[in-house]
Each structure stands twice: as structure tokens, then as C-alpha cells.
């Protein structure tokens, strides 16, 4: 044998610090491969819960007197497809938001809030808000940062 024993050990050595180069490589890879599909379907549910809530926004009775609005949000962490409905009446001066869990058609929350002749908008609380099934003595920004935690994850 020409090179001998220490060349062996050398080239044996180097090609187990490839190996192990090459499985962390391969673990960063898959690593990365699994957060860009959990973000694709992240977008997909997302799409869903557009469609649904389109759809329903859509087919619903609506009220002339009423101007509507609406927006949506997929909740990964609790896997919901969530819907705000806003109505608002001008010639009233009252404003009605709905919060909706589309996957079960359940209504989860509810806010009412009338303007005042006398009043300024900020110093008027809502007249009614309602958090599955149970009323709430809140203020509009204690609706609003309910509204927030729930569009948000």
C-alpha cells in the first residue's frame, strides 16, 4: 500500500465530516421546506375564508337604510374562519357590528352603539354588546380590542 494507514484514516475523517455536513444540510432544507408549506396553507385557509365570507356576506338580507361592511380572518392557532359584519345607518346616527364563526354559522359576539344629540361620539358607551350569549357593560375601545384579538392570531 503506497499511501498507507494515515492517509486512509485522513480520507475516512473527511468524508464523515461530508456526511455529517451533508445531513445538517438536508435537516436546514426540510426545516425550510415545512415552513413554506405551513405558510402556503396558511394562504390557502385564508382564500377559504375569503370565499366564505363572501358568499355569505353576499346572500344575506341587507337593509336599505343600512350602509355594510365586512372583513374576514383565518385564525390558525385556534383554526376558525372569522367574519366582522359592520352596518351602519346614517340617518340614525347608530352603528351594529357582528362578529361570526363561518365554520359553524354561529354568531360569537354582537355590538350596538347609538349616537348622541347631546354628546360627543367618544363619550356615548355602546348600548348593547354581547359576548357569546352574555351582555357586557363596555366601552367602545374595549369592543374594539376584542374585535382586534379576534381578527388577529
Given at each position: 500500500m503506497?499511501?498507507g494507514i ?5 480520507c475516512?475523517?473527511i ?10 444540510e438536508?435537516l ?8 413554506l408549506?405551513?405558510k ?5 385557509m ?11 356576506f ?22 376558525k ?5 359592520t352596518?351602519?345607518y ?6 351594529s ?15 350596538m352603539?347609538?349616537?348622541?344629540k ?5 363619550e356615548?358607551?355602546?348600548f348593547?354588546v ?11 375601545e ?8 379576534s381578527?388577529?392570531?
Open positions: 503506497k499511501y494515515p492517509t486512509l484514516i485522513i475516512v475523517s468524508m464523515g465530516c461530508d456526511y455529517r455536513s451533508n445531513q445538517t438536508i436546514e432544507l426540510k426545516k425550510k421546506n415545512a415552513e408549506q405551513e402556503l396553507d396558511g394562504i390557502s385564508q382564500e377559504k375564508c375569503a370565499k366564505m365570507a363572501e358568499h355569505s353576499e346572500t344575506m338580507p341587507k337593509d336599505r337604510n343600512a350602509i355594510y361592511d365586512y372583513y374576514c380572518h383565518y385564525s390558525k392557532n385556534r383554526n374562519f372569522y367574519m366582522i359584519i352596518m351602519i346614517p340617518k340614525t346616527g347608530s352603528t357590528k357582528i362578529l361570526i364563526d363561518l365554520l359553524e354559522s354561529k354568531t360569537i359576539a354582537s355590538y352603539w347609538q349616537a348622541d347631546v354628546k360627543k361620539y367618544w356615548v358607551k355602546p348593547y354581547d359576548i357569546n350569549g352574555e351582555k357586557k357593560d363596555w366601552t367602545t374595549e369592543w374594539d380590542a376584542f374585535e382586534k384579538g381578527m388577529s392570531d
